[in-house]
């Protein structure tokens, strides 16, 4: 297929021909290229091993010498010159990165690096070239950027994958889908992802972006997908520590997850199955909401700190969160909103006025602070929430169906 820019094709293929013969005579003259061990896993049969050169790590070792080459020189100043590159250099390397710093590291690196990782090396391959740089021009011409942001979970495990908003999976982590853009990617994960059933999934997040259009807040949104399947399920869920990001399908960087969702708090892991899924949808819905409402974001948050507290913090935080969503009376509120029939009520009412006495909660009062909490956000308004569990109270409602059974 002819090149979209042939004033650009020569200059490009001659810096990136240019750095194999120079990076491919370093190693000739004694210079390392290091590798990576990578594990695949197989349901059935032995894993298989295999060793992938970290060409990425080698180039960047020697970006300064690539960069002060003429062949560099002369690209970028013809890089320079196209609009389009601009976009795409700042897409990629943020509004921060000087233009020509953009530029080399973007395009030329980036060219760089597909085509050797392409190669296995520096043995030169017309064909690895060609199609490196019909997926640079593809991109670098596009109307849209295509971003993705994968997680690794701990703590959860699926019987299918869940759609959880609009752009955001939940998902069986695929074998060596990080080592082909981070061959060091092994050493990011957690101990024993991949191997044990409940730390096989990950969130994917991938969203289409308009040119010139910021990138979303993955750290925000996979932390966000962390509190409601914790709401959920009550599994010991935590994701990261990184996150992995790609923008059209090349490495965009390695950010961390936020400390709250990164962190694993204590209990078991649990399953996303086919009947708490749906609720989870609704729940990571709902909490966009919870900015709109400080109590009830303060309610939220005081309940995902009591997860890695111990006595008498947690007991504290636990009050602290329910007089925020229900105010003062909030343990007869509770009791009516997450218990079913007069006993069940009268029960969980005297275990959540022990709480608001001072006692520790007991594993029974722990539960109904999360159950709690997940009926307020499928109610969606909680003032109306309030108000309809007061004319109750008072015999001027029916029974609401209980909708917190989780």
Known sequence: ???????????????????????????????????????????????????????????????????????????????????????????????????????FKTVLLGLLVSTAEACGGFDWDDVAFERAYAELESSLFGQQRRYAAVAPLLGISITKPVDLAPGLRLRPFMSGELAVHWPESRGLLPPGFGREPDRTCVL???????????????????????????????????????????????????RPVLPIAAT??????????GFRAPI????????????????????????????????????????????????ETWPLRAAVLVADGPAVREELHEELA?????????????????????????ARDRSELVRGLDRQLLGLEPERPLRAAV
């Open 1 to 103: 297929m002819a090149p979209r820019a042939p004033h650009l094709y020569p200059l490009l293929r001659g810096f990136v021909l240019g750095a194999f013969v120079l990076l491919g005579r370093e190693l000739e003259e004694g210079g390392e290229l290091p590798f990576a061990f990578e594990e695949h896993l197989q349901r059935h049969g032995p894993a298989l091993y295999e060793l992938r050169p970290l060409v990425r790590a080698f180039i960047e070792e020697h970006e300064s010498t690539l960069r002060a080459r003429e062949d560099a020189l002369l690209a970028l100043e013809e890089l320079r010159r196209e609009p389009a590159a601009a976009i795409f250099a700042n897409a990629h390397a943020g509004p921060r990165a000087t233009e020509d710093d953009a530029l």
């Open 204 to 254: 994917a997040l991938e969203r289409e972006l308009e040119a010139g259009e910021e990138s979303p807040d993955a750290p925000a949104e996979i932390a966000d997908a962390v509190t409601a399947i914790r709401l959920t399920t009550a599994a010991a869920l935590a994701a990261g520590p990184v996150l992995f990001e790609l923008l059209d399908g090349r490495p965009f960087g390695l």
């Open 264 to 273: 694993a708090p204590p209990g078991e892991a649990s399953r996303l199955d």
């Open 280 to 327: 989870a949808v609704e729940l990571l819905a709902a909490l966009a909401d919870a900015d709109g409402d400080p109590a009830l974001a303060e309610a939220l948050d005081r309940w995902e700190l009591s997860l890695f507290q111990n006595e008498p913090f947690r007991s504290e935080q636990l009050r602290a969160s329910a007089r925020a969503l229900l105010d």
């Open 354 to 378: 022990a709480v608001e006495a001072g006692e520790a909660a007991t594993p029974i009062a722990v539960d109904a602070f999360r159950r709690l909490l997940v009926a307020a956000l499928r």
